[in-house]
Nanobody
Framework: QVQLVESGGGLVKAGGSLRLSCAASGRTFSSYGMGWFRQAPGKGREFVGVISWSGDSTYYVDSVKGRFTISRDNAKNTVYLQMNSLKPEDTAVYYC?????????????????WGQGTQVTVSS
């Protein structure tokens, strides 16, 4: 069992930056691929990106490529989402998720564990 807790959300102006963190419980964090998703008001959940268990590979949705970066520190059981050049359309609740399978077959899922989410609001 893995418990995930996101933090770092807030209000930022367009063009600004935020770094989200996702702290995981459990001793097997380093064996999980970690993904980030978001859900904007009135919309479905959207995949943002994923990082491999070792941290040596990542995959992003086109809309965030070049602006968002996922990294992880397995010693701290934490994964990060660095968001730069934020746009109002990035406004959403952001969730981290853990998966036991490699993301290379399908980066979009399935994911086994989810956090509760953190709100990111980008003002114009």
């Amino acid at each position: 069992q893995v418990q995930l807790v996101e933090s770092g959300g807030g209000l930022v102006k367009a063009g600004g930056s935020l770094r989200l963190s996702c702290a995981a419980s459990g001793r097997t964090f380093s064996s999980y691929g970690m993904g980030w998703f978001r859900q904007a008001p009135g919309k479905g959940r959207e995949f943002v990106g994923v990082i491999s268990w070792s941290g040596d590979s990542t995959y992003y949705v086109d809309s965030v490529k070049g602006r968002f970066t996922i990294s992880r520190d397995n010693a701290k059981n934490t994964v990060y989402l660095q968001m730069n050049s934020l746009k109002p359309e990035d406004t959403a609740v952001y969730y981290c998720a853990a998966r036991t399978t490699s993301y290379r077959g399908n980066p979009y899922g399935p994911y086994d564990y989810w956090g509760q989410g953190t709100q990111v609001t980008v003002s114009s």
